[in-house]
């Protein structure tokens, strides 16, 4: 399995992104597909994740009503859409898949496939 980030940018505080992730295969019956962010200094964490064909959504506290992720599986692609950004949202952001179980969903080492990542700034 192959992943290819994109979508990242610079923004003012306030606006939104659209982050965009392709698989190289059907993964989304397989595998839970999730996004991670790691800012500079601080260790990747949890931002949100959809469970196996879609089967329920999971969002950090802190991106909770503001991010939604969303697939569309005839294109292979799993998207986060984040809206009111905060500069404290500055991160590269990663896709992720694998075969996790919903109580490790949060957790970087239940995810075998990684993308590149995607640089987002948000200042002003």
């Known amino acids: 399995v192959q992943l290819q980030a994109s979508g990242g940018g610079s923004v003012q505080p306030g606006n939104s992104l659209r982050l965009s992730c392709v698989a190289s295969?059907?993964?989304?019956?397989?595998?839970?597909v999730a996004w991670f962010r790691q800012a500079p200094g601080k260790e990747r964490e949890f931002v949100a994740a959809t469970g196996r064909n879609g089967a329920g959504t999971y969002y950090s506290d802190s991106v909770k009503g503001r991010f939604t992720i969303t697939t569309d599986t005839a294109k292979n692609t799993v998207y986060l859409q984040m809206n009111s950004l905060k500069p404290e949202d500055t991160a590269v952001y990663y896709c992720?898949?694998?075969?996790?179980?919903?109580?490790?969903?949060?957790?970087?080492?239940?995810?075998?496939?990684w993308g590149q990542g995607t640089q987002v700034t948000v200042s002003s």
């Open positions: 992720a898949a694998g075969p996790v179980i919903i109580t490790s969903i949060r957790t970087v080492s239940g995810y075998h496939y």
């Open positions: 295969g059907r993964i989304f019956s397989r595998y839970v």
